[in-house]
């Protein structure tokens, strides 16, 4: 059987800006879906949270920080989430 289970995540450090990022985006990063649609659908089919609070919004803007993000009931990671210092606009 394995060593670790779901309820002691491996620690990940993503980077972002200093606006954070959409929930969307962290969820592809994290691994947990391929595509930004495919993260979108799990936010819809209401399996992802952050923190153990539901979320519904795909484009929450997540700050940076640690938070704990779960997809489904067995899969989670504890997110170290370091702002770069650079915000990037669209309108730019």
């Given at each position: 059987?394995?060593?670790?289970?779901?309820?002691?995540?491996?620690?990940?450090t993503l980077e972002c800006d200093a606006a954070g990022i959409a929930l969307f985006a962290l969820v592809v990063q994290a691994g947990f879906a391929t595509s930004n649609s495919e993260a979108r659908r799990l936010v819809a089919q209401r399996a992802v949270r952050v923190?153990?609070?539901l979320v519904e919004d795909p484009n929450l803007r997540v700050l940076p920080g640690d938070l704990l993000l779960s997809v489904g009931r067995?899969?989670?990671?504890?997110?170290?989430?370091?702002?770069?210092?650079?915000r990037r606009d669209r309108d730019a």
């Open positions: 059987f394995q060593q670790r289970s779901a309820y002691d995540p491996d620690l990940q923190d153990g609070q067995r899969r989670m990671a504890r997110i170290r989430l370091s702002s770069t210092g650079l």
